[in-house]
């Protein structure tokens, strides 16, 4: 049974930092590519940025430049640095592994958090 615990999310100023976190259970971790998606309030949940098994990143074009993702196999964890935040990335923010490029739609976490405003 796969488990995926997303932490870090809190209330933040615009400009600021976070780091997400996310650590995995019931796979090997890494063997697989890992990703951050979120989902602002009333609307669908997108992807923000993904991490090959070889450490490849991608980022979505609202985020590059701001935003780091990087894992650590050793602790089967997925962090998600973010600064300059702005108040536009509000959300509940995911972690998921994927497979074929794709997410496992029943494997998410509770997901963590993110408020940014003044």
């Known amino acids: 049974q796969v488990q995926l615990v997303e932490s870090g999310g809190g209330l933040v100023q615009p400009g600021g930092s976070l780091r997400l976190s996310c650590t995995a259970s019931g796979i090997i971790f890494s063997r697989y590519g890992m990703a951050w998606y979120r989902q602002p309030p009333g609307k669908q949940r997108e992807l923000v940025a993904s991490i090959t098994s070889f450490a490849t990143t991608n980022y979505a074009d609202s985020v590059k430049g701001r935003f780091t993702i990087s894992r650590d196999n050793a602790k089967n964890t997925v962090y998600l640095q973010m600064n300059s935040l702005k108040p536009e990335d509000t959300a509940v923010y995911y972690c998921?592994?994927?497979?074929?490029?794709?997410?496992?739609?029943?494997?998410w976490g509770q997901g963590t958090q993110v408020t940014v405003s003044s």
């Open positions: 998921n592994y994927l497979i074929g490029g794709k997410p496992d739609l029943s494997s």
